[in-house]
């Protein structure tokens, strides 16, 4: 599924216009974000949290050339399912 097919499923599903339906979407996603970039959680019971966390800088290697390089430190987001999804994905 990707954004596309989400605002065609909300849309039948809540009986809106997919523009109403693409709003409310945009409108999630943003407020995920929002909350990332702050620092804070996005937590939603029995769907699964959103967190960041910070990853240090690190040394790697370039697999074509073999050389050492440097990858920076940065923060990524990270993913938690919950309880109720991953029991129904089983």
């Known amino acids: 599924m990707n954004k596309g097919d989400l605002i065609t499923r909300v849309a039948d599903d809540a ?3 997919k523009a109403q339906a693409t709003a409310a979407v945009d409108s999630v996603f943003d407020a995920i974000q929002r909350s990332l970039k702050k620092g804070d959680k996005a937590s939603f019971v029995g769907f699964g949290t959103f967190s960041t966390t910070d990853r240090k800088a690190r040394d790697g290697r370039n697999p074509a050339t073999g050389a050492t390089i440097k990858i920076p430190a940065k923060t990524v987001v ?11 994905v089983n």
Do not use: D, Q, R, W
């Open 15 to 17: 009986g809106v216009s």
């Open 78 to 88: 990270k993913f938690k399912p919950g309880k109720a999804l991953t029991e129904s």
